[in-house]
């Protein structure tokens, strides 16, 4: 009794296309300058290290955590200094004091995590001054997902000719 073969080869080139776009996706949103994503400008009504119960154990003085007093959500900005840590570009938190009024910059194509804290921000304006910038891991992470990708469509590319996939 023969099997009938398993028809995977168009299955793998949509999961490797969905891949695909959204390595590219990533990849695009990760280049994003300041007049491409939305900013507020405001207040500094808190500047602490914690905030409520965040951050995780494992990135205790790693983060700093602002409120501005013209808006709803808390920011979380990453700005560890451990070796592997994704580290900002630009990074001068500690020169900021509550009442500073910053512009802060943000994808406001990432919603808030779970108790309107907002770990999206870009960049971080004082004045004319640059106080924060966001590293590019995020394009480092889009481009090795391209890679895979696109190693992974050439493979099932030989294997459908080889006749390996049906």
Not at 13 to 32: D, E
Not at 58 to 66: Q, V
Not at 83 to 109: C, H, V
Request: aromatic share 10%; net charge positive.
């Amino acid at each position: 009794m023969k099997k009938d073969p398993q028809y995977i080869f168009l299955k793998s080139i949509f999961g490797i296309s969905s891949v695909l776009i959204l390595g590219i996706t990533l990849y695009l949103r990760a280049g994003l300058n300041k007049d491409e994503i939305q900013k507020i400008t405001g207040r500094i009504a808190y500047l602490e290290k914690t905030y409520g119960s965040y951050p995780l154990a494992r990135e205790m003085g790693k983060c700093r955590y602002i409120k501005l007093d013209n808006y709803a959500d808390v920011f979380e900005i990453f700005i560890g200094k451990d070796r592997g840590d994704f580290t900002p570009d630009l990074e001068k938190m500690d020169s900021l004091r509550a009442g500073d009024e910053i512009t802060i910059y943000f994808d406001n194509q990432v919603g808030p995590q779970d108790n309107n804290i907002n770990a999206a921000v870009r960049f971080i304006d004082k004045g004319n001054e640059v106080v924060f910038i966001r590293g590019t891991w995020m394009k480092a992470i889009a481009g090795a997902v391209l890679g895979i990708a696109m190693i992974a469509l050439m493979l099932v590319c030989i294997l459908k000719v080889k006749g390996k996939l049906v």
